[in-house]
């Protein structure tokens, strides 16, 4: 039991060393992130499993608040509503239910978020597909390989690991300190408000 636990920590610490030594990626999409929401655009987030869990988590940041008050983010997790993944599963099947939310939601000027561990996910590529389609920002969180859904993406964090477990430890490590950035652009800008 304290090999598999050391292992773990172990394995978490190395790849959030290597984020260290390299964190552009994350520098790159803290300012498309920021640029759409200052912007006024809206930022899209799907993902299945663990990376619905993460895309909800991400959105409640933003539209909410970080660390500090500031004006609310406009941010949509498309794992969230029960009744519209139901009805897109059920008349056009489950690989479609994030592709249909980006068609009746996505305009140009917004950015899709898009989380795949393996960087292949179906519904996550569709998804993506039609947000390029649609003008929208395309930006990928995946695994180290990047899978099949990396070239279709303007900016991708590639977490430093291959163990899905690990992988999502990093992407939630980023995604906290894009939302913290996001945060801080958006505090520092004058209001919108009249």
């Known amino acids: 039991m304290d090999e598999k636990i050391l292992s773990a920590i172990e394995r978490h610490q190395a790849a959030a060393a290597a984020l260290a030594a390299d964190h552009s990626a994350i520098k790159a999409i803290a300012e498309a992130l920021s640029k759409t929401a200052l912007a006024g655009g809206k930022i899209l987030i799907c993902g299945n499993g663990g990376s619905a869990a993460d895309s909800q988590h991400i959105a409640g940041e933003l539209v909410g ?10 941010a949509v997790a498309l794992s969230a509503d029960t009744s519209i993944l139901t009805c897109l599963g059920n008349d056009y099947g489950f690989d479609r239910v994030f592709e249909r939310q980006v ?6 000027g917004d950015l899709l978020l898009a989380i795949s561990t393996s960087g292949s996910s179906a519904n996550v590529l569709k998804a993506v ?19 099949a859904i990396l070239p279709h993406c303007d900016l991708a964090f590639l977490a430093p690991e291959t163990d899905t477990p690990r992988i999502q430890e990093m992407h939630i490590l980023a995604a906290h300190i894009i939302c913290e950035l996001v945060e801080d652009a958006v505090a520092l800008a004058p209001s919108r408000n009249p």
Do not use: C, M
């Not at 608040?65 to 406009?74: G, P």
């Not at 929208?136 to 695994?143: A, K």
């Open 65 to 74: 608040r970080f660390k500090k008050e500031r004006r609310a983010i406009a």
């Open 103 to 108: 068609e009746a939601l996505g305009r140009p």
């Open 129 to 147: 597909l039609k947000a390029r389609e649609a003008g929208l920002v395309t930006v990928g969180f995946f695994g180290k390989s990047g899978g």
